[in-house]
């Protein structure tokens, strides 16, 4: 039982280090031979937890070799447009101009059902106000719908937008999070201000504080109650 335990961390450890070292995309963001690696990666190092009789450096030497290959092939295609393309394939068009392209839904088995469905989870139950629709090689699909079909852009109503901003979480159930200060180019000097102006004594007397998109000041208290 003690060597199930003690191989099972060292598996678990490596398969996480592995997948780590492909990248850190979604299972839904990756290109089919990605999730054919996934798979394999997963399956040995299912067989070497279940079974004491099967040697580990059998699931070990294999999930390296695969992680390596996986490393290489992905930085080979990112310097070849060839590879890449042969590998991964290429984007293909649903909707070209308004107009179902039959071929590539044929091509694809995507039945005009299976479209319509696709369009209703981009938010588009009428198929025909899409200009244009692809699906992605990762298997995603992007729509771009016609001009006075899609949402209103904050540029239809100002010529000069003013400059967006990510929002930052600055504490962190009570944790000063110098992270989010770096990155609004914030220090502990502007924090203790915005604090003593929001009449808090102590960061750990807050749950989460940080800036919106807006750059204002947002807190919220361990005891509940949004603030601003």
Not at 55 to 60: D, E, G, I, Q, T
Not at 144 to 163: A, I, W
Not at 196 to 218: H, M, N, T, W, Y
């Amino acid at each position: 039982m003690a060597l199930i335990f003690i191989r099972t961390i060292l598996l678990y450890f490596l398969t996480l280090i592995a997948m780590k070292a492909m990248g850190k995309r979604q299972l839904g963001q990756l290109q089919p031979f990605e999730v054919v690696i996934v798979l394999i990666v997963s399956d040995m190092a299912t067989l070497a937890m279940q079974s004491n009789t099967v040697s580990l450096l059998n699931s070990v030497v294999p999930i390296l070799i695969i992680t390596l290959l996986q490393i290489l092939l992905s930085l080979l295609t990112m310097k070849s447009e060839k590879l890449r393309v042969l590998i991964c394939g290429r984007p293909v068009s649903l909707i070209t101009n308004g107009k179902l392209n039959e071929k590539n839904m044929t091509r694809l088995r995507i039945h005009i059902n299976d479209l319509q469905e696709m369009c209703r989870s981009q938010g588009y139950f009428d198929i025909s106000g899409i200009r244009n629709a692809v699906m992605e090689t990762n298997g995603t699909f992007s729509v771009q719908p016609r001009q006075d079909k899609r949402p209103l852009q904050v540029g239809d109503m100002l010529s000069d937008p003013p400059p967006e901003r990510w929002p930052q979480l600055v504490i962190l159930d009570g944790i000063v999070n110098e992270g989010g200060l770096k990155a609004l180019g914030r220090d502990r000097n502007w924090l203790d201000k915005q604090l003593k102006q929001a009449r808090i004594s102590s960061p750990a007397e807050l749950f989460v504080a940080g800036c919106d998109e807006e750059g204002a000041f947002f807190w919220q208290k361990k005891e509940g109650g949004a603030h601003s």
